[in-house]
């Protein structure tokens, strides 16, 4: 990692994301007063004048380089795995087929424990290396479980995680290989969540969820700041982006106002689209009935794109009005359209998706076909796991030396 010599913080306080109550930094976070996701507040005239995009050449190629626009105080602070920044590879042949014109998908798969949640655990395990927490814990689906282990381990910070039974068995055991205390329920994320809450007042853990603390969406939205620098500080034209918590959406949104403040990129922004399946998707539902929050949980969910798996977010509101500020929308696929088009852009274009971007691969060549989306827009999808933790297809050829080979029948 590149020296930090002479860096400080530019955070000023926390802030409500529904009533824009201040908290004061330096000290730890969950909910606001009212209960909901705090967000973190910069000066960022400040960070304008300290630093500028050529800085960033001279820098590692990893998501640190933007340490202005982070919360960590200094570098004695940061947990780090090697947090590189991840390519943006053209699905050119997937996109030609579909009618599609420029599609690029950006692989998270490549980050440390092999998805996106590296992001947003690194920096929250940081911080809370840097306020001295020893003990956390963490409801979760699969992915994020295993970064937060991982960091945990890292920061000799103990982890707790709790994971409903029917997650992969790749991902818990993933989890569980790192030696910390995890638990496989046999219930619900609902039923991990009360859990956490339960362990968190009786033994005094700090909660971790999604949007319960302000720094995990930090660490997300450096998915936006790499963008724009990808890009030559410019934006696409469009993000399909999966959406269970929704973190990652709230983050790159909140990242484009702050580049566009701090005089990096224009006012033009991406229209951002909300990824779920037919099997749950309270976002979609809502966006689609112009609602600001989603008025029940989702009832029923019938699944197998982990990702998407959350039946009210706790950030809803957040992610409607990313949706709506953005004139974006909401889209949901069944699981049979993700399964064909995950093994369809694999045989194109030799990129292997998890289920979660294969999700937004068939949300845009829906988009294609509905008019929503056209060939001449720059459109970007995340893949934001290896495909490797995800069911594969079967070996169907076999060959027996001994017996001979027609290399006619191959």
């Known amino acids: 990692m590149d020296s930090w010599a002479g860096f400080k913080s530019y955070v000023t306080h926390l802030e409500c994301s529904a009533t824009g109550e201040r908290y004061a930094a330096g000290q730890p976070h969950n909910l ?52 590189q920044l991840t390519p943006l590879v053209s699905l050119d042949e997937t996109s030609r087929k579909a009618g599609g014109g420029a599609l690029f998908v950006k692989d998270e798969g490549r980050l440390p424990t092999a998805s996106f949640k590296a992001r947003g655990m690194a920096v929250a395990v940081s911080m809370a290396k840097s306020f001295g927490i020893k003990q956390m814990a963490l409801p979760t ?8 282990a991982a960091y945990c381990q890292r920061a000799g910070i103990d982890a707790y995680v709790f994971c409903p039974d029917d997650s992969p068995p790749v991902t818990m055991s993933e989890i569980a290989f790192y030696g910390d205390k995890f638990f496989a329920v046999k219930g619900a994320l609902e039923d991990c969540n009360r859990l956490v809450a339960e362990g968190c007042e009786q033994r005094g853990w700090f909660n971790i969820s999604t949007l319960k603390e302000p720094y ?20 696409p034209d469009v993000i399909f982006y999966p959406t269970g918590g929704g973190t990652g959406f709230i983050g790159m949104w909140k990242a484009f106002d702050e580049l566009e403040a701090i005089g990096w990129i224009g006012s033009k922004r991406p229209r951002m689209v909300a990824v779920q399946t037919t099997g749950c998707c309270p976002i979609v539902r809502a966006a689609e009935q112009g609602h600001k929050e989603v008025q ?24 409607l009005r990313v949706v709506y500020e953005s004139k974006g929308f909401g889209s949901a696929v069944s699981d049979e359209d993700v399964d064909e088009t995950r093994a369809a852009v694999a045989n194109a274009d030799g990129v292997m998706l998890s289920p979660e971007g294969a999700a937004c691969v068939a949300a845009y060549r829906q988009a294609l076909k509905d008019g929503k989306v056209t060939k001449d827009e720059r459109a970007v999808v995340f893949n934001t796991a290896i495909g490797l933790r995800s069911p594969m297809g079967t070996v169907k050829n076999y060959i027996d030396p001994q017996k001979g080979v027609d290399y006619a029948t191959l």
Do not use: H, N
């Open 32 to 83: 606001s007063k009212a209960g909901k996701p705090l967000l973190v507040r910069y000066d960022l005239p400040a960070i304008a004048r300290a630093v500028t995009r050529d800085d960033l050449l001279r820098r590692d190629p990893d998501f640190w380089r933007y340490r202005e626009l982070l919360p960590v105080p200094r570098e004695a602070d940061v947990v780090s795995l090697g947090e």
């Open 141 to 148: 689906v699969g992915s994020g479980g295993a970064s937060f």
């Open 216 to 235: 995990r969406i930090e660490g997300k939205k450096t998915m936006g700041l790499e963008l724009a620098e990808q890009f030559g500080w410019t934006l």
């Open 296 to 319: 029940t949980p989702w009832p029923d969910v019938r699944t197998k794109v982990f990702g998407v798996r959350v039946k009210k977010p706790l950030g809803d509101y957040l992610i």
